[in-house]
T-cell receptor, first 115, second 115 residues
Framework: ETGVTQSPTHLIKTRGQQVTLRCSSQSGHNTVSWYQQALGQGPQFIFQ???????GRGNFPPRFSGLQFPNYSSELNVNALELDDSALYLCASSPDPGQVSYEQYFGPGTRLTVT | AQTVTQSQPEMSVQEAETVTLSCTYD???????LFWYKQPPSRQMILVIRQEAYKQQNATENRFSVNFQKAAKSFSLKISDSQLGDTAMYFCAFMGPRSGSRLTFGEGTQLTVNP
C-alpha cells in the first residue's frame, strides 16, 4: 500500500468523448505526476503538478490537461478521446521537487478503453 | 533528452536460481538517479531498488542488487534465489537532477519464475 488511490479502476469511453480520472496523493506530498502506459510498454510522462501549478509536461497534446487541489487530490482530463488514448493511467505522488525526492509512490492505475 | 533501453523483452528463470536484467541509458548529466520498478499483474508499480549516480557502491536490497557501470551507462538488476512472487514486469527508470521527480522508463522486461 502506497497511500495513493485512483478512481475509477476501469472505464470505457467512446471516441470523441471526454474523461476525468482522479488521484488522491499521499498526505503531505505536494507533487503529483501522471503517466500513460500503453499495453506492453513503459509508462510515459504526461505532466506534473506542484502546489496546484503545472510543473513540467511531456510530449502530449493540450487536450490532456490536469488540476491539482489543496487537499492532495488531482485530476487528469482528456478531451476528444482517440482510440490511441486507450491505456493504463498512473499517478504518482512525491514530496516537494526541491527536495531530494527520489521516492515516488504510485497508485494502482485507471484502465481506460476507448472504443 | 534522456533515454532508457531494456533489450530483453522477456526472460525466464527457475525458482531459486539467479537472473540478471539489463538496462542501458543515455544522458549528459553527471548526477542522477536510477531505479528498478516491479509491476505485477495487479498493476501496482513497486520500487525495487534505487541507485544514486554519485555513489560508487552498488545498491543492494535483500535478494536484489545492481551492477552500476557509470562510464558504460549500464544499470543491471540481479535477482538472487528467485521466487514465484518475483514474476512481474520490471522497468528500469531514470530521474535527472532537474527533472522535478519526472521518471523516464524503459520498455520493460517480463520476468517469469518457473517452479
Amino acid at each position: 500500500e502506497t497511500g495513493v488511490t485512483q478512481s475509477p479502476t476501469h472505464l470505457i469511453k467512446t471516441r470523441g468523448q471526454q474523461v476525468t480520472l482522479r488521484c488522491s496523493s499521499q498526505s503531505g506530498h505536494n507533487t503529483v505526476s501522471w503517466y500513460q502506459q500503453a499495453l506492453g510498454q513503459g509508462p510515459q510522462f504526461i505532466f506534473q503538478y506542484y502546489r496546484e501549478e503545472e510543473n513540467g509536461r511531456g510530449n502530449f497534446p493540450p487536450r490532456f490537461s490536469g488540476l491539482q487541489f489543496p487537499n492532495y487530490s488531482s485530476e487528469l482530463n482528456v478531451n476528444a478521446l482517440e482510440l490511441d488514448d486507450s491505456a493504463l493511467y498512473l499517478c504518482a505522488s512525491s514530496p516537494d521537487p526541491g527536495q531530494v525526492s527520489y521516492e515516488q509512490y504510485f497508485g494502482p492505475g485507471t484502465r481506460l478503453t476507448v472504443t | 533528452a534522456q533515454t532508457v533501453t531494456q533489450s530483453q523483452p522477456e526472460m525466464s528463470v527457475q525458482e531459486a536460481e539467479t537472473v540478471t536484467l539489463s538496462c542501458t541509458y543515455d544522458t549528459s548529466e553527471s548526477n542522477y538517479y536510477l531505479f528498478w520498478y516491479k509491476q505485477p499483474p495487479s498493476r501496482q508499480m513497486i520500487l525495487v531498488i534505487r541507485q544514486e549516480a554519485y555513489k560508487q557502491q552498488n545498491a543492494t536490497e535483500n535478494r536484489f542488487s545492481v551492477n552500476f557501470q557509470k562510464a558504460a551507462k549500464s544499470f543491471s538488476l540481479k535477482i538472487s534465489d528467485s521466487q514465484l512472487g518475483d514474476t512481474a514486469m520490471y522497468f528500469c527508470a531514470f530521474m535527472g537532477p532537474r527533472s522535478g521527480s519526472r521518471l523516464t522508463f524503459g520498455e520493460g522486461t517480463q520476468l517469469t519464475v518457473n517452479p
